[in-house]
C-alpha cells in the first residue's frame, strides 16, 4: 500500500520562519523560496497573511508574494485565517490558501482568537471566495493528537472539524501533531478520522518533531496510503502559541528516507541540503536534520 510517489509541501518560509525571534529580512525568505524551487519542491508554503500583532515575522507577507519568482508547475500557498487575510493575498494570486482550525477548543482560542465554531464561520467566506477565484483550499486542523492546553485529544474531535471543514467547501485536510507528541497508532487514528471526510488523495500529515517521532509517524502515515506530506527545510520552526513546541519534521530527513525507499520526490537532495544550509547559516544555528548534519559533515 505504500506510495510510490510523495509530495512535499515545504513549510520552512511560513511554518519554519514565523517563530523565529531575530529579523529575517523580506530578501532572505526570497531567496529561500528559490532555492527550494531549484531543489525541486512543488509545493510551498510561502507566507501569512494575519496579524502582524500576533505574527511580527510574517508582516513583510505581501513583499515576500512580491518578491519571489514563479516557477511553472509549483503551487505556492499562503495562510489566510479570515477575509482580511484573503484580501490581502488575492493581489498576489496565490496558487492555493490555507485555513487553519483546531481539534482543540482552547489551542482555537489562543492561536486564531474564537472558538472552533467561529472559526468555521470566519473560514466560509474564505472558501467561497478562494474557489470563486479558482484558488485551491487547504484545510489545516492543529492540535490532532495533542495540545499544549488540553492535553491528549481523541480522534472524534478530529473526526468533526474535518467534516465542519468539508461542509463549508474545504478541499484538502491537513492533520497536524502541532506539539509534535504522536506516537505511529494515535496519529493512524487521527488520519483515519480525517479520511472519514476527505479522500485519500486530500488528505496530508503535518508533523512537528518535539519528541522525534515525525520520522516514524510518517512511516505510519505511508502504510496508509498518505501520500502528501508539510515538511521544514532544515527542521525550522515552531507555533507560537505552542510553547516548547520544535519545528517541522526537516525536509532533508523525509527525503532521505523516502529516497532509500525508492519512493519518488523529485527533489534533489544535496540543493536541498544547500537549501537548509543557507538559512541555518543566516539564523546561525546548525541544521535541525540528520541527514544535512551527515551530509555536511562528509
Ligand atoms: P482577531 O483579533 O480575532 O481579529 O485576530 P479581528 O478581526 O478582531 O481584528 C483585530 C485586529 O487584527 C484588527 O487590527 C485587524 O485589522 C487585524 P486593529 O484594528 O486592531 O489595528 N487583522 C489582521 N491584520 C492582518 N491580517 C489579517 C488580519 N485579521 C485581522 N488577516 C487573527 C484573528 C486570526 C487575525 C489573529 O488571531 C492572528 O493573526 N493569529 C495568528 C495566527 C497564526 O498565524 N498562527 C500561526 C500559524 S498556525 C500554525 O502554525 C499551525 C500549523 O502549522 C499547523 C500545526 O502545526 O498545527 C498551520
Ligand atoms: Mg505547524
Request: some cysteine.
Amino acid at each position: 500500500k505504500l506510495p510510490s510517489r510523495v509530495r512535499l509541501v515545504d513549510v520552512g518560509p511560513r511554518d519554519g520562519l514565523q517563530n523565529e525571534k531575530q529579523p529575517v529580512p523580506a530578501a532572505v525568505k526570497i531567496a529561500l523560496v528559490q532555492r527550494l524551487q531549484d531543489a525541486g519542491l512543488k509545493d510551498i508554503e510561502v507566507t501569512s497573511f494575519v496579524s502582524p500583532k500576533w505574527v511580527p515575522q510574517m508582516a513583510d507577507a505581501a513583499e515576500v508574494m512580491a518578491g519571489i519568482r514563479r516557477q511553472p508547475g509549483v503551487r505556492y500557498s499562503v495562510l489566510t485565517p479570515n477575509m482580511k487575510g484573503f484580501e490581502a493575498a488575492l493581489p498576489f494570486k496565490p496558487d492555493e490558501v490555507v485555513v487553519f482550525g483546531a481539534a482543540s477548543e482552547a489551542f482555537s482560542q489562543r492561536n486564531i482568537n474564537c472558538s472552533i465554531a467561529e472559526s468555521i464561520e470566519r473560514f466560509a467566506p474564505v472558501v467561497a471566495a478562494a474557489r470563486g477565484h479558482g484558488i485551491h483550499v487547504r484545510g489545516v486542523i492543529s492540535c490532532t493528537v495533542g495540545c499544549p492546553y488540553e492535553g491528549e485529544i481523541a480522534p472524534e474531535r478530529v473526526e468533526m472539524v474535518a467534516r465542519l471543514m468539508k461542509g463549508i467547501g474545504v478541499q484538502h485536510c491537513g492533520v497536524a501533531d502541532t506539539i509534535g507528541v504522536g506516537t505511529p497508532l494515535k496519529v493512524q487514528r487521527a488520519l483515519e478520522a480525517a479520511l472519514q471526510h476527505f479522500g485519500i488523495d486530500d488528505v496530508s500529515g503535518h508533523f512537528h518533531d518535539t519528541y522525534g517521532m515525525a520520522l516514524a509517524n510518517t512511516l505510519a502515515a505511508l502504510e496508509m496510503g498518505v501520500w502528501q506530506y508539510d515538511t521544514s527545510s532544515a527542521g525550522l520552526g515552531g507555533c507560537p502559541y505552542a510553547k516548547g513546541a520544535t519545528g517541522n519534521v526537516a525536509t532533508e530527513d523525509v527525503v532521505y528516507m523516502l529516497q532509500g525507499m525508492g519512493i519518488e520526490t523529485g527533489i534533489d537532495f544535496d540543493k536541498l541540503v544547500d537549501a537548509g544550509a543557507y538559512i541555518s547559516e543566516f539564523l546561525q544555528r546548525k541544521p535541525n536534520s540528520r541527514a544535512a548534519t551527515a551530509i555536511l559533515a562528509r
